[in-house]
């Protein structure tokens, strides 16, 4: 697993719950060094036990768990790198949805050692969609409602967001589009200023 995503997690862990949470989580984890380097790679294995041991450690849901760290991605300002590849997307909350299936090349881009889910987007009626994430290791789908729900907020849309479970190595969450302009969304500039 890339570091860029163990260090997402390690960042999350210590601006939500305090550095002494990361250290016993780090030690529970029995990680070499506490701090990931986010241009290395870790074995896949590194980030579920991490997580695993996240969850123990704060007495939290793993899926609640997953689901804030994705919120934590669009929303919190030292992560706005995440926020500017996603509204890359679009104009509009649909437009970011039908980029959805080429969030992965577009990561490829950025950091070329960056593999993420895949992502398959299905319009079933104007308002109704669903989202197939595949990916070996279970979670993503979680990650995947809290960051849906942080960018629908940025566009200022209002959607229903389900998660449809796990099968085999697929995660599938229904998205219900209620108003696609139901409050102002955030700025978002092209450039970035200085």
């Known amino acids: 697993m890339h570091g860029l995503i163990n260090k997402a997690v390690e960042a999350f862990v210590k601006d939500t719950y305090g550095v002494d949470a990361w250290r016993v989580i780090a030690h529970r984890a029995d990680l070499e060094d506490p701090s990931f380097e986010a241009m290395m790679v870790y074995d ?103 960051l849906l729900t942080a960018m629908a907020d940025d566009y200022g849309a209002l959607v229903m967001l389900e998660y449809g479970g796990r099968q085999g190595e697929v995660e599938t969450i229904a998205i219900a589009l209620l108003e696609t302009a139901f409050a102002a969304g955030n700025r978002f500039e092209l450039g970035v200023r200085v």
């Open 44 to 146: 896949n294995s590194v980030t579920p036990r991490v997580v695993d041991c996240a969850t123990e450690a704060l007495g939290v849901e793993r899926g609640d768990f997953l689901q804030n760290l994705g919120t934590y991605l669009v929303s919190q300002p030292s992560q706005q790198a995440v926020r500017r590849l996603l509204r890359f997307g679009g104009v509009d909350f649909v437009d970011f949805l039908y980029s959805l299936d080429d969030l992965y090349d577009r990561a490829r881009l950025a950091v070329a050692d960056l593999f993420l889910p895949r992502l398959e987007l299905r319009e079933h009626t104007v308002n109704q969609f669903s989202l197939t994430v595949r990916s070996d290791i279970d979670g993503f789908g979680h990650v995947l409602i809290g």
